[in-house]
């Protein structure tokens, strides 16, 4: 049996630690905190030891809820209950990388639960506990235009996720769904609800994830299970549309 084996305890940040996220060259990890702060992770040199190259501040008034790469780790970007969204661009130098914040996305009415790329770096999503979905474009300059706003949900939405292979993004909430987002002729349209008896979960929806390749997702709930979902294609190369139910797992209380 796989096995676990503890290598180092991070400290430094002082208030609760919402969320980590590893860089996509695995070199890095992203911690954020209540204490309003981003921590950047590095390895020592050849050592296995893990140090604090970086820290992010004075941006963010309230706690820093997620974090997410760019796909070409370049940019960070920051979703805080301040409402607003940070993005930070990495700069390399003989003497060490530093961040600047380089964007401050805003619009939500309230916190910001999530933040997640596309795959193609060129898109942002973000959610909120304002109920909404924002899709924002990624243009040059650090320049980023909101393209989208999807008001579907009816409750406070916890998380947003793309497809890897394509630019479908999914969205569950504490209304108890799972929604799937297509662009449809530059108008993001809902093409999928998961809810309801008999297929979706029957609480808080609080996290999604797909596997390596995009063609299943897992869904985590307040009810105490995890669904597994095919993601189903018009015809082969097709960007994935819709997603339907393979199994429930639930823990064995014995």
Known sequence: ??????????EGHTDRVWNVAWSPTGDSIASCSGDKTVRIWRQHGSTDTWICAAILEETHHRSIRCSSWS???RHLATASFDATTAIWEVQILLQGNTWDQVALLEGHESEVKGVAWSSSGSLLATCSRDKSVWIWESLPGNEYECVDVKQGHTQDVKMVAWHPKGEVLVSCSYDDSIKVWVDCNGEWECAQTLAGPGLGHSSTVWCIAFNKDGS????????????????????????????????????SLS
């Open 216 to 251: 299943q997702m897992v869904s985590c709930s307040d009810d105490q299970t995890l669904r597994i979902w095919n993601c189903s294609f018009d015809h082969p190369g097709d960007t994935p549309y819709s997603c339907l139910p393979v199994c429930v797992l639930i823990p």
């Open 1 to 10: 049996m796989a096995q676990l084996d503890q290598q180092q305890v991070l």
């Open 71 to 73: 796909p070409d780790g």
